[in-house]
């Protein structure tokens, strides 16, 4: 067993969901959002690189010496698998393990809103799920693949950097790619996705302008595509779509994404009000008439309106304000929490006074 090991132990048995090995501090674990200090001397950089090069190959090392980055996944056989990312920063390496939960939960057991479902039964289109890194956007998505899973029977594709969750076939034929291992790049693989009749691709990254064109081209050819931004809203998430491309070629881009987006996902993780564990808020737009005349005619500053008008409501979305209402109307966060992750916190105040 390696000594790495024991600490991803200890993060399984305190529920933890991060381990934190960086020189020139001690090991570390994220519960429930926070980090908390396991007590361990402080890691040299010497020390560090001994803990993190004994479960990697020596192709795995040599990459991360000329790269001085890599993404991987570990797994402890019968234990946990976990996403692994390696770093170097002023102070020497560094390793962050987050774990993968072995069981893919539903969208009703991460209670999610309902309408996320009616994505999954999409025939084609582009569905984004944004958010800033940890923010659950991974299990979300695998919540909706789940949900084909069991009641479809599809071809899916998911291309990844690296393999997170694992999908056992159901009902439907899955095919999981790793960037690094299994092809070169996510725009690469996207493009062999193509010619392997799939109807539903999982992007884990729109990384740059050719997998982002590739992605749209595909749902505008009758494929169902998901994939994540780190974005912070949906409106934002438009725009750093368009904004990806030069000015020369942004109204031809309009014009595709008015097409073809069919929804985008905002989300944070909010800790619970008991303090045991944290759930996601979740800002939600839905593809529509009046949505892709917004894209088209360049009035994208107008997305956030459309979310909160009552209309727009009726049809399943839900601005974040609206998200963090619902959550503190049923007791499940904290006034203090909910401002905090709000865009207006001034209709919060009631709240925090109350």
């Known amino acids: 067993m390696a000594r790495l090991d024991s600490f991803l132990q200890l993060v399984l048995e305190q529920q933890a969901s991060d381990l934190y090995i960086i020189s020139g501090a001690p090991p570390m674990i994220r519960y429930n959002g926070d980090l908390i200090p396991i007590r361990y001397r402080v890691l040299s950089d010497s020390e560090t690189k001994r803990f993190l090069f004994e479960i990697i190959s020596d192709n795995q090392r040599t990459h991360f010496e000329q790269y001085q980055d890599m993404d991987f996944s570990y797994e402890i056989p019968s234990t946990g698998r976990f996403r692994v ?7 020497g390496v560094g390793g962050i393990f987050r774990i993968i939960p072995a069981h893919i939960k539903s969208i009703d057991e991460l209670q999610l809103p309902s309408q996320l479902k009616k994505f999954a039964y999409l025939d084609n289109g582009l569905v984004l799920v944004t958010g800033p890194s940890g923010s659950g956007k991974t299990t979300t998505l695998a919540a909706i693949i789940r949900e084909l899973n069991v009641r479809t029977r599809k071809h899916i594709i998911t291309i990844e950097d690296p393999i997170e969750y ?6 439907c034929a899955i095919s999981q790619r790793e960037v690094g291992s299994h092809t070169k790049s996510f725009h690469e693989a996207l493009r062999s996705a193509l010619r392997e009749s799939p109807d539903v691709i999982l992007v884990g990254e729109l990384r740059d302008i050719e997998t982002i064109s590739l992605a749209m081209t595909c749902a505008e050819t009758g494929t ?15 725009d750093r779509i368009i904004d990806a491309f030069p000015k020369d070629s942004q109204e031809q881009v309009r014009t595709m994404l008015s097409i073809t987006l069919k929804g985008v996902v905002a989300q944070q993780l909010i800790k619970t009000a008991d303090r045991t564990g944290r759930i996601a808020a979740l800002e939600i737009l839905m593809g529509s008439t009046a949505l892709g005349n917004l894209i088209r005619e360049n009035k994208t500053f107008q997305i956030d309106t459309l979310i909160q008008s009552t209309e727009s409501e009726k049809t399943g979305m839900q601005s974040m304000d609206r998200a963090l209402v619902n ?28």
């Open 85 to 91: 990312n390696y770093f170097v920063d002023s102070r």
């Open 327 to 354: 959550l503190l109307k049923d007791g499940r966060i904290l006034a203090e929490d909910a401002i905090a992750h709000a865009h207006d916190r001034s209709m919060f105040q009631k709240y925090l006074e109350q």
């Open 166 to 171: 694992i999908h056992n076939q159901e009902k």
């Open 224 to 238: 169902l595509i998901f994939g994540t931004l780190h974005t912070q809203s949906c409106g934002k998430t438009v």
